[in-house]
């Protein structure tokens, strides 16, 4: 049986407060789930992990390009940005389910627009809320960090209460930007 390739290689990392070393680096907690070459391959990882829903609050998954490390000091990151949204627990569970294969398949499928642009995905399960990110290279390409937000709100079934924002990475300095420098 001939299998189908994806555009581009992707690779699903997990951390959590259970990975995180005793000296506390962040980069030693990440610990590799798969890397998928081929749609079949992307569907049996995904049928063999954690639903968002089931993590442990802490948690996160990490679902980027291969050869690039989800984390801003990667060359392909450090002048980046990200699209974040919110779902709340108290929400349906389901839907944040839905919310992360949706973006997941946006990616591989290269149809979150600009798909040059998208670095990997995040997904942060918190004790109220849980945080999904897309992460793109180029926080200065306005038109197309502006196409893939655009995308983004299609493609994931968010409702008309969840907000979508978009922070680069750092500001000129170095920093954590402080804000959302757009909002679709």
């Given at each position: 049986m001939d299998k189908h390739p994806l555009h581009r290689t992707w690779t699903l990392w997990y951390d959590s407060k259970k990975t995180l070393p005793n000296g506390g680096d962040w980069e030693a907690s990440l610990v590799h789930i798969n890397t998928v070459d081929y749609v079949e391959d992307f569907w049996v990882m995904?049928?063999?992990t954690k639903r968002p829903s089931q993590l442990d609050v802490g948690a996160n998954y990490h679902f980027f390009r291969k050869g690039i490390k989800p984390?801003?000091?990667d060359p392909a990151n450090s002048n980046g940005g990200k699209w974040v949204f919110t779902v709340a627990l108290k929400?349906?569970?389901q839907r944040l389910d839905q919310v992360w294969e949706n973006m997941m398949l946006g990616a591989i499928g290269e149809y979150l627009d600009d798909a040059d642009e998208i670095c990997g995905l995040v997904l942060g399960k918190r004790k109220a809320q849980t945080k999904v990110a897309v992460w793109t290279s180029n926080h200065k390409d306005i038109p197309a960090v502006g196409r893939i937000g655009q995308k983004i709100r299609?493609?994931?079934p968010l409702g008309s209460n969840i907000v979508l924002e978009y922070f680069?990475?750092?500001d000129g300095s170095g920093a954590e930007f402080p804000a959302a420098i757009m909002k679709v």
């Amino acid at each position: 049986m001939d299998k189908h390739p994806l555009h581009r290689t992707w690779t699903l990392w997990y951390d959590s407060k259970k990975t995180l070393p005793n000296g506390g680096d962040w980069e030693a907690s990440l610990v590799h789930i798969n890397t998928v070459d081929y749609v079949e391959d992307f569907w049996v990882m995904h049928n063999h992990t954690k639903r968002p829903s089931q993590l442990d609050v802490g948690a996160n998954y990490h679902f980027f390009r291969k050869g690039i490390k989800p984390m801003w000091e990667d060359p392909a990151n450090s002048n980046g940005g990200k699209w974040v949204f919110t779902v709340a627990l108290k929400e349906d569970l389901q839907r944040l389910d839905q919310v992360w294969e949706n973006m997941m398949l946006g990616a591989i499928g290269e149809y979150l627009d600009d798909a040059d642009e998208i670095c990997g995905l995040v997904l942060g399960k918190r004790k109220a809320q849980t945080k999904v990110a897309v992460w793109t290279s180029n926080h200065k390409d306005i038109p197309a960090v502006g196409r893939i937000g655009q995308k983004i709100r299609e493609e994931a079934p968010l409702g008309s209460n969840i907000v979508l924002e978009y922070f680069p990475h750092r500001d000129g300095s170095g920093a954590e930007f402080p804000a959302a420098i757009m909002k679709v």
